[in-house]
């Protein structure tokens, strides 16, 4: 018990470190022991069980925390009189940075010629399965039920042919989950006091799934740690070589964007770059290994609303919003690298026009890819778009998993800054905490937090601590 306890007071980004550099060495002992992908030895199995079982709880917190949080947040816009301004700033720094990302790719792309420089043969390449389309978005827009849910199946089937498995996946549609949580948001509004009743249960229910989500942050570190050492256990240099240029392309305009443009444009708008990266690298991190933005999403929020100081009300929707339609590397440096080293491998030139139309689907066309699978599913848009051939997608599949790290570590950053630029654009941004020591714990309820939660209401930290004599704090004597 003592050993927890002293554990417990190690600040939360220390555990995550001693998570990367413990998931790091686990990663090199279970690649020292041999094993195949089809076949990996026990302790990658173990170490791809603890990543996976963490970021299942992670997506299973979201539903229930973007809907109560959003409708929560709606209805206290009663109380902001420019609403739809902060709407309005928000899509337009989404597409100003998603513009600003594409435009370093294609810089990078033109520099270095990935595909010229990559030793792979276009020989029995096939297109990805999954595929993307600019109807899809009208598709992720309405819900297929309350829930959002979709299932689905697949088929492996025995290679002598006489037997088959089938295993049947649940998956739910982020954005849509943010239109219907914005359309009941809005109803309450427009009900007024009979909604009163039913505003106070999803108040309820919002402090309830807070309360479970600190528990599963609280596994981070032990998350990280199998996440990132089946990583390195799974994949090595022989899949990165052949496109060692293409996956080097990727890292560094991730990199610039995350640590060049975003520090950047924060001290465009007087806030310091360092605190932004402090800020928001618990869920930097995160994303990292976990290499999902919507099961970053809780951390994304909670960096965003305590570490930055952006509103709770505005960033209950900024951010579930941003997790969905904003992807600086997925959307925008991904593909334009992607399609770049598509188009030299197949010997197909590329104009101005098709540079321009590159911009075009990485501004706009992440929202047509929302809520669905990836980047796989941007890239095949961008290529589609192009006219160039889709059986380019599976020639970088294998190296995926690796460039997915990089990629949703840069999304999720971008994600944080952009409420906080909207923010002290708009006035609104807690200045004061944002340039605060970062020496509290980012993820820890705070007093009002406790107090929805109906947790010793009215009490402080102090009070709860007590006085040496046993006091409480602000009790009667």
């Known amino acids: 018990m003592t050993l927890l306890r002293r554990a417990a007071r190690i600040p939360f980004g220390a555990q995550i470190l001693i998570g990367l550099v413990v998931g790091v060495g686990l990663g090199v002992l279970a690649r020292s022991l041999g094993g195949t992908p089809e076949d990996p030895n026990a302790l990658t199995t173990t170490l791809a069980t603890i990543g996976s079982t963490?970021?299942?709880?992670?997506?299973?917190?979201?539903?229930?925390?973007?809907?109560?949080?959003?409708?929560?947040?709606?209805?206290?816009?009663?109380?902001?009189?420019?609403?739809?301004?902060l709407a309005g700033q928000t899509l337009l720094w989404f597409a100003i940075t998603s513009l600003i990302a594409v435009?370093?790719?294609?810089g990078i792309g033109l520099l270095t010629n990935p595909g010229a420089n990559a030793d792979i043969s276009t020989e029995g390449a096939t297109a990805s399965s999954t595929q993307g389309g600019w109807t899809d978005f009208l598709d992720q827009l309405v819900p297929a039920n309350i829930f959002s849910l979709g299932a689905s199946t697949d088929v492996e089937v025995d290679p002598s042919g006489t037997s088959a498995t089938a295993s049947t996946s649940l998956s739910f549609g982020v954005l849509s989950l943010v239109v219907l949580a914005l359309v009941i948001g809005a109803a309450i509004l427009k009900?007024?006091?009979?909604?009163?009743p039913f505003l106070a249960v999803v108040r309820s229910a919002l402090a309830v799934t807070q309360t479970a989500l600190w528990w599963v942050i609280r596994l981070?570190?032990?998350g990280t740690a199998?996440?990132?050492?089946?990583?390195?256990?799974?994949?090595?240099?022989?899949?990165?070589?052949?496109?060692?240029?293409?996956?080097?392309?990727?890292?560094?305009?991730?990199?610039?964007?995350?640590l060049g443009v975003y520090p950047l444009l924060a001290r465009l708008h007087g806030l310091s770059a360092r605190k932004y990266l402090s800020g928001a690298w618990p869920a930097i991190t995160l994303a990292f290994v976990s290499r999902s933005s919507v099961g970053t999403l809780p951390v994304t929020q909670r960096?965003?609303?305590?570490?930055?100081?952006?509103?709770?009300?505005y960033a209950s929707f900024a951010v579930p919003l941003a997790a969905t339609t904003k992807m600086d590397s997925c959307a925008a440096i991904y593909p334009a690298l992607a399609a770049i080293t598509v188009a030299q491998l197949f010997g197909v030139d590329l104009g101005i026009t098709d540079y321009l139309l590159i911009a075009f689907v990485s501004v706009v066309g992440s929202a047509a890819t929302a809520g669905l699978t990836g980047a796989v599913v941007m890239l095949t848009l961008t290529l589609s778009t192009l006219g160039l051939p889709l059986e380019g997608v599976g020639l970088l599949l294998a190296i995926?998993?690796?460039l997915d790290m990089i990629r949703t570590a840069t999304n999720v950053a971008g994600q944080a800054l952009v409420p906080a630029i909207v923010a002290k654009r708009e006035g609104i941004l807690d200045v004061e905490a944002y340039h605060a020591p970062r020496g509290r714990d980012p993820l820890a309820p705070r007093d009002d937090e406790r107090e929805d939660a109906g947790v010793?209401?009215?009490e402080t930290d102090d009070a709860r601590r007590g006085a040496d004599d046993g006091t409480r704090v602000g009790a009667p004597a």
Do not use: C, H
Request: no cysteine; aromatic share 6%; net charge neutral.
């Open 54 to 85: 963490f970021v299942q709880l992670l997506r299973v917190v979201v539903p229930p925390l973007v809907v109560t949080a959003i409708i929560v947040s709606i209805a206290n816009l009663r109380e902001v009189t420019n609403a739809a301004r």
């Open 103 to 106: 435009t370093i790719g294609i």
């Open 191 to 196: 009900t007024g006091e009979k909604a009163e």
């Open 220 to 222: 981070t570190p032990i």
């Open 226 to 258: 199998g996440l990132l050492g089946n990583a390195v256990a799974s994949y090595g240099w022989d899949l990165v070589a052949p496109l060692a240029v293409f996956t080097a392309d990727v890292y560094v305009g991730s990199l610039i964007v995350m």
């Open 303 to 313: 960096v965003a609303e305590r570490n930055l100081g952006v509103p709770r009300t």
């Open 400 to 402: 995926d998993p690796i």
């Open 456 to 458: 010793r209401t009215g």
